[in-house]
């Protein structure tokens, strides 16, 4: 498992067969995604939870393609910690 998705799996407590929700619509998570990704100084400094998002494919998607939709998330993801 990558860095990153030990993080945000260990941060809610998830096991790696657990059912993940989607953040932002409850489906299937598959990807954690990095709310902010133009972290500077080597990828490590991306990897806190604050920055990681789980979403489904969809979403995933939607989260590279439109700004907007990426700041909604992050808000979203704020409220949860
Ligand atoms: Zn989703
Ligand atoms: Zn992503």
């Given at each position: 498992m990558k860095k990153y998705k030990q993080i945000y799996f260990f941060y809610f407590g998830y096991g790696e067969q657990d059912f993940i929700?989607?953040?932002?619509?409850?489906?299937?998570?598959v990807d954690v995604h990095?709310?902010?990704?133009?972290?500077?100084?080597?990828?490590?400094?991306?990897?806190?939870i604050g920055n990681l998002i789980g979403l489904c494919r969809e979403c995933h998607n939607k989260a590279h393609s439109y700004v907007k939709f990426n700041n909604k998330l992050k808000e979203i993801h704020k409220s949860k910690l």
């Open positions: 929700p989607c953040e932002y619509c409850g489906n299937e998570a990095h709310l902010d990704n133009k972290g500077m100084g080597g990828s490590k400094s991306k990897d806190y």
